[in-house]
């Protein structure tokens, strides 16, 4: 998951990335590199002076309840749940 520009210097234009479901120490290590790239699960206020953009989404609940039905049997399904029965 590394992209480098071939012009310049290749290593200073690398793609760093870190992932924790709330604050990890492993963010700090990216944010000390050019280019980062963060995903976390839990919104982490620390890092709002230290990034540049902040992306945020959300699941449809349908899709989340689906998702649980379909990995963990969590829930029962009724007819025409699956995603290609839905519209």
Not at 52 to 76: P, Q
Request: with cysteine; aromatic share 6%; charged share 20%.
């Amino acid at each position: 998951q590394k992209i480098m520009i071939r012009q310049n210097n290749a290593q200073e234009w690398q793609i760093h990335s870190a992932h924790a479901d709330g604050d990890s120490q492993k963010f700090d290590t990216c944010l000390d590199q050019r280019i980062c790239v963060l995903k976390t699960h839990i919104f982490v206020p620390r890092l709002v002076s230290r990034v540049d953009i902040i992306l945020s989404s959300h699941r449809d609940v349908r899709d989340v309840v689906l998702s649980s039905m379909l990995m963990f049997g969590a829930c029962y399904a009724p007819i025409g749940t699956t995603r290609t029965q839905r519209s």
